[in-house]
């Protein structure tokens, strides 16, 4: 026997585990302590004042502003934290009973509902992040064309300014990626996506709008293109909070979504998750979702497996408390709130960006809910980079917004105002930014040493990703 200790929240204890059960289960003994831990005897108060102290270093969006463009880190409300910490939905578990837990299964065929509404599309709940649901949908894509004996639909197209994730999964499920370059105007060349269609041509992966912020007019075009080459169209929900309420995907001309439910319908995302990557397809897709769907029978609820279903991708049912989260901001909206903070959020990044003109990527042209600065001519005049003027940012009390993306612009800075900041922190948020700009030409040193004020200065970002310290030195 090992006597083993512990704390739990009726203090200290010791109790015996079979030293078989630890060689069963491979826990290791090396990793089990067979004496009292040495913990500090601290006040309450020391304790809170530690841990809010340490708070103190990490900003959010309850901070100030958080521009973290195509990331859409819009602000979160607290109801949809009272509603996720119900009992009945954070005290079940997934093997229970299905007629126990009708509730929450009722959330979820509301919920898919309500998705459906806004993307036109059937949907499943189970992918796990944004990158999951583009794994998913490719997943589907792809056993639909073998369900069709058409084996030789293996490539996937890919515009120059998709995100990364988008070739990442494609490579994942087992299709080559084709890129095809942008025109002028942002969007997708349209003669040169003739010239890479085929019949081997699986789908076409979009984001509309555009990681440039900007809508792809030619949509329908770049719809008919590619279906009349037998392929399918794919749907990168990550800027969908410019266009919910506004234009369900489904209608112009997508056959497959996934929607950043943590994003667009508002759960805290930070740090790398919670997440929640829900894919739709439309009617002649439904049959491939992962099982299990959730489907109404009479009055209750139950799973169901869709007939060619590609299986699961995901243990049990998804993120849940993501889901009812994101229930809780659509039923507080409404169809009408839905629509109007999209709005808003595009109303939002023009206003920001005819703020920030000097330095505006896309002189004069309107965006949708986010754009795209360039730093390019302050750098080649100064030295000082968009990486500068972001760490400058954070001295002003902002969170910097995504530096150098997309990879086609230059020194590019994406900002994301969304639809819930004033018309008061935009214009100081604008003046901030301008005033960094100017310093730039009469103080270049001292911004490319920013920031100044933080816990932590400026670490060597190449060698801190190459060579990461994963271990505290004694």
Same mark, same amino acid.
């Given at each position: ?116 509404? &806004? ?36 490539? &996937? ?30 969007? =997708? ?35 008919? &293109? ?18 919910? !309420? =506004?234009?369900?995907?489904?209608? *112009?001309?997508?056959? =497959? ?25 439309? @009617? ?10 959730? =489907? ?12 060619? *279903? &590609? ?25 009408? !709130? ?114 100044? *004020? ?5 670490? @060597? ?14």
């Amino acid at each position: 026997m090992l006597t083993i200790y512990d704390r739990s929240k009726n203090g200290r204890h010791a109790y015996e585990m079979p030293t078989s059960f630890v060689e069963e289960y491979n826990l290791g003994k090396e990793f089990l302590q067979d004496k009292m831990p040495e913990l500090p005897q601290v006040s309450e108060i020391d304790i809170v004042r530690h841990y809010t102290e340490l708070s103190s270093h990490a900003y959010g969006v309850d901070n100030g502003f958080y521009p973290l463009g195509s990331c859409t880190m819009k602000y979160n409300p607290k109801v949809n934290e009272i509603v996720a910490g119900f009992d009945g939905f954070n005290n079940i578990h997934p093997e229970q009973p299905v007629k126990s837990v009708q509730g929450a299964l009722e959330l979820m065929y509301k919920l898919s509902e309500q998705l459906k509404a &806004i993307t036109g599309m059937n949907m499943s709940l189970q992918p796990a992040a944004g990158a999951h649901g583009e794994f998913t949908g490719l997943k589907v894509i792809k056993a639909y064309h073998e369900h069709n004996k058409d084996f030789k639909r293996t490539k &996937i197209i890919v515009p120059d300014s998709a995100h990364g994730t988008n070739p990442a999964s494609a490579a994942l499920v087992g299709l080559e990626i084709v890129n095809v370059p942008s025109n002028d105007d942002g969007g =997708v060349d349209i003669e040169a996506l003739k010239g890479v269609v085929g019949d081997d041509t699986a789908g076409l992966m979009l984001t509309n709008p555009n990681t440039l912020g900007l809508f792809d007019a030619n949509i329908e075009k770049i719809a008919e &293109i590619v279906h009349n080459a037998g392929g399918l169209l794919y749907y990168d929900g990550a800027n969908l909070n410019a266009v919910m !309420g =506004v234009v369900r995907p489904a209608d *112009t001309g997508f056959d =497959v979504v996934h929607l950043n439910i943590h994003k667009t319908f508002s759960t805290p995302h930070g740090g790398g998750g919670p997440g929640s990557g829900a894919m739709g397809v439309v @009617d002649k897709l439904a049959d491939f979702l992962p099982t299990p769907i959730v =489907v109404k029978d009479g009055d209750s609820y139950k799973f169901a497996e869709p007939q060619y *279903t &590609i299986g699961k991708v995901k243990n049990y049912y998804g993120n849940f408390l993501v889901l009812v989260r994101a229930y809780a901001y659509i039923r507080v909206l409404g169809a009408t !709130g839905i629509k109007d903070a999209s709005q808003k959020a595009v109303l939002n990044a023009n206003y920001l960006k005819y703020k920030l003109g000097s330095i505006d990527y896309q002189k004069g042209r309107k965006c949708m809910h986010e754009f795209v600065l360039s730093m390019e001519k302050v750098h080649n005049e100064t030295g000082v980079s968009a990486l500068d003027l972001a760490k400058a940012m954070i001295d002003a009390n902002m969170h910097p917004p995504t530096m150098y993306f997309p990879l086609i612009v230059h020194e590019a800075l994406m900002f994301e105002p969304t639809e819930t900041e004033t018309k008061e922190t935009l214009d100081d948020v604008a003046v901030k930014i301008l005033e960094i700009v100017k310093n730039a030409y009469s103080n270049s040193e001292y911004l490319k040493t920013s920031p100044h *004020t933080t816990y932590i200065g400026r670490p @060597d970002e190449v060698i801190a990703a190459r060579q990461p310290i994963l271990k505290i030195e004694k």
